[in-house]
């Protein structure tokens, strides 16, 4: 299992870098239109209000201002509220009160929209939402998810008492607790998984235009465009899909959050079609914080039963979940049917039982963000092995190692079914990697400089996917080039590279020969976007399927052609010939237009469209080790080394892959050391802005060390597995264990995310006042 190479077969560069290197990325805050008119929300400064009134006049009279509207414009016009388009299969049924485009009649957190401003400039849009007058009658607020369940908490909606939204349940309850009651050991802990933002270096942003027939456009930065005009035209605008087109070009990063429709997105568009002027807006990162989407937001409760020899028996865990003041487009099923797939980990856990209580809350809606609750179960079994190691005498990785699951296909406890992996392999390889037997002598060494060394190790398993139906495939383009049409969407992650070298070998033509068509429902018939590290498991598989049937249909035409029997034609290096004839050949190309101009073979020529329905998840997963070093007069945490070995399956471009595992690490790290979506007890965020959102710099990371093993699986004709997400559900529990066991001599056993130098520091006092006392 040889580290990365970059000359290794695959890893070329992006073709995507040369123009981004030079300043001609085409991402829509560079956009403009004839005529645009620019726009501005305002937005409640109150988390919990009545909304007695909201006066434009004075807005209105502004130079520059072209309108100025709130919900009462919106109800005239018939406008819906955005949808949760959540289905979940409750014990108690999903909660989902409306929430309408402006705020009607209450806010419920900070943030929320409650007027629409549209003017010639900026400035003056800006200008005049300063001037709309809104009268709030504030009211008790709830930020917790805990303290929202409770007794007595201000109650956001009627519709739902006690300002539950839910409660989920899966697995064996009887059997988990029949293991619990013969266990030798029993460990259990509380932990958190902080609310964070998925805070994308491009911020939000849209320009809508509507023609005199009504029909609109709207160009977004986004990862799912055919979901978002299916919930904009359908719930929102009430119009036919066709009339509503949705494109993006560049996106500057989404991690799950470009993948929803916001209310921006239809104001835009109504303002466009009422006003006959395109209408442009783009967020500031202080809007994203406080009027986009957070994540992860859940507290929970893990007990692992093992028997004496250390093997795990049982899972039992208990969420309650933060769904903000709304139950937002796909949010709660990060704290649902996500985690509950990778529940367990890559170990053997004959019973699991989890339960999930949704909470109201009046803060940002929650949803999903990279890995969506994959992270959040990684976290908890993670953390529970390494108390488990600790309180119990196991070595940490022999415990890993003696449970982890080797015999394939597999089914876990809750029921999904994993095909293949390489996950002791990864466990053996990492060790070896990281020096494992060599840290005593590092931390002495550390602690000679008056440092405390830990080091930490956790595996994952990803359940990569998505949603289960995808369409990808082959045009020919009069101008001689291949189109290749997909449905999944990248968001910097380099698709047009990749998907180009998988139709490039499979057809074996020159990469120059190909055009990546995607994001465009002009363009492309439907999609289900990127999201569940899911483009080329379904994206890139299903364009292979689309070629093999497309060769499959061109042969015999290529038969005909050269009077050939088709049993004896060929197809190699973009050329069909009659094998043995010395030469009697015709290019895929002549095919092509032969049948687009005499109609032979389908009706659409060698177009070719596949659906693939019902696919399989596949299932990523690999070992990481981290060392930290503490500084025990502030608490300071120092990221020292990082070491993973995973297994992606077979790799269509090493390097890109690379890249992603390298993302996905980073973010982790920013949510185990520092990131946190922190509220006061009235509702105001504290973290509204980079002053106060800490996110991980360069120096804050070390050079990560990264070896690929591979098992590939049989779920697409690649053997591909999703990487995407990976690095996210394996940093924060492989950090967090390390940070544990930098602290453990001082008597400290468990600390929660992020591990910022106060809240280390306070546990470094804690202990030793303790230990003095």
């Not at 806010?107 to 007058?133: C, H, I, K, N, S």
Request: aromatic share 6%; glycine share 12%; proline share 6%.
């Amino acid at each position: 299992m040889p580290s990365i190479d970059p000359s290794s077969e695959g890893s070329i560069p992006r073709l995507e870098d040369e123009r981004f290197l030079l300043g001609r990325g085409r991402y829509t805050a560079d956009h403009h239109r004839p005529g645009e008119l620019h726009a501005v929300v305002v937005r409640s400064p109150h988390a919990h209000a009545d909304l007695k009134s909201v006066d434009t006049g004075a807005a209105r009279e502004m130079p520059g201002v072209v309108g100025v509207f709130s919900d009462a414009d919106l109800a005239a016009d018939g406008l819906g509220p955005l949808p949760c388009e959540m289905t979940l299969d409750a014990v108690s049924p999903l909660v989902k009160p409306p929430r309408w485009i402006l705020a009607r009649e209450r806010v419920r957190y900070v943030g929320e929209p409650v007027a629409f401003v549209v003017a010639e400039t900026l400035a003056q849009a800006m200008d005049a939402a300063e001037a709309v007058d809104v009268d709030y009658d504030a009211l008790p607020v709830v930020v917790d998810e805990v303290e929202a369940l409770g007794e007595g908490a201000p109650q956001l909606w009627d519709e739902a008492p006690g300002n539950l939204a839910f409660v989920f349940e899966r697995g064996d309850r009887e059997a988990t607790e029949q293991a619990f009651a013969g266990a030798a050991h029993v460990v259990e802990l509380p932990l958190v998984n902080n609310r964070v933002s998925a805070f994308p270096m491009e911020p939000r942003a849209a320009i809508a235009e509507a023609d005199d027939s009504g029909r609109m456009t709207l160009e977004v930065t986004g990862q799912g465009v055919h979901g978002i005009r299916s919930t904009l035209a359908k719930s929102v605008l009430h119009v036919a899909e066709d009339d509503l087109a949705v494109f993006a070009e560049d996106v500057g990063g989404g991690f799950g959050m470009k993948n929803f429709p916001f209310p921006e997105h239809a104001l835009l568009l109504w303002a466009a079609r009422r006003l006959g002027r395109p209408v442009r807006w783009v967020s500031t990162n202080a809007d994203d914080l406080m009027g986009s989407v957070h994540a992860r937001a859940l507290k929970c409760r893990g007990r692992l039963a093992l028997d004496a020899e250390g093997r795990f028996l049982a899972l039992d865990v208990e969420i309650v979940a933060n769904l903000g003041a709304y139950a937002s487009t796909l949010g709660p099923g990060s704290s649902t049917l996500a985690p509950a797939a990778a529940m367990g980990g890559v170990y053997v856990i004959p019973a699991i039982a989890m339960r999930t209580r949704g909470a109201f809350t009046n803060t940002a809606p929650v949803d999903a963000y990279r890995g969506a609750g994959k992270p959040e179960a990684n976290f908890i079994i993670e953390r529970l092995i390494d108390a488990a190691a600790r309180q119990c005498g196991f070595d940490p990785v022999a415990l890993r190692r003696i449970n982890v699951v080797d015999a394939f296909p597999y089914r876990k406890a809750l029921g999904v079914v994993v095909d293949c992996g390489g996950y002791r392999e990864a466990i053996d390889k990492a060790v070896a990697a990281a020096d494992y037997d060599g840290f005593a002598a590092r931390r002495a060494e550390a602690e000679a400089r008056g440092r405390l060394r830990g080091l930490g190790v956790a595996c994952f398993i990803e359940t990569a996917r998505g949603a289960p139906v995808e369409e990808a495939g082959v045009r020919f383009a009069e101008d001689g080039a291949i189109e290749i049409v997909t449905g999944t969407e990248s968001n910097g992650q380099g698709h047009e590279t990749a998907f180009t070298q998988v139709a490039a070998a499979r057809l074996g033509l020159p990469m120059e020969r190909f055009r990546y068509v995607q994001a465009d429902t002009r363009r492309t018939r439907m999609g289900n976007g990127h999201g569940g590290a899911r483009s080329m498991h379904m994206g890139a598989g299903t364009l292979a399927l689309a070629i093999d049937r497309m060769l499959a249909a061109a042969g015999p035409i290529a038969a005909q052609l050269l009077q050939a029997d088709p049993g004896d034609v060929e197809y190699a290096g973009g050329v069909f010939a009659v094998r043995g004839s010395g030469g009697r050949a015709v290019p895929l190309a002549d095919v092509a237009r032969a049948a687009r101009a005499a109609d032979v073979g389908p009706a659409e020529g060698l177009d070719t469209l596949v659906r693939r329905e019902d696919a399989p998840i596949t299932f990523p997963g690999g070992c990481h080790l981290a060392e930290v070093e503490v500084d025990p007069a502030t608490g300071e945490v120092r990221l020292k080394r990082y070491v993973a070995v995973d297994d992606y399956g077979r790799m269509v471009n090493p390097r890109l892959v690379e890249g992603q595992v390298h993302g996905g690490i980073a973010q982790g790290i920013g949510q185990a050391l520092g990131e946190d979506v922190v509220y006061d007890e009235g509702g105001q965020l504290l973290s509204g802005s980079l002053m106060d959102y800490w996110l991980p710099r360069a120096d804050d990371l070390p050079d990560f060390e990264i070896t690929f093993g591979g098992v590939p699986t049989g779920a697409n004709p690649l053997g591909v597995k999703g990487s995407g997400q990976a690095g996210c559900i394996s940093a924060p529990p492989t950090i967090m264990n390390a940070v544990v066991d930098a602290l453990s001599p001082l008597g400290v056993r468990h600390i929660e995310m992020p591990a910022t130098a106060e809240k280390v520091w306070r546990a470094i006092e804690d202990a030793r006042a303790r230990a003095a006392a």
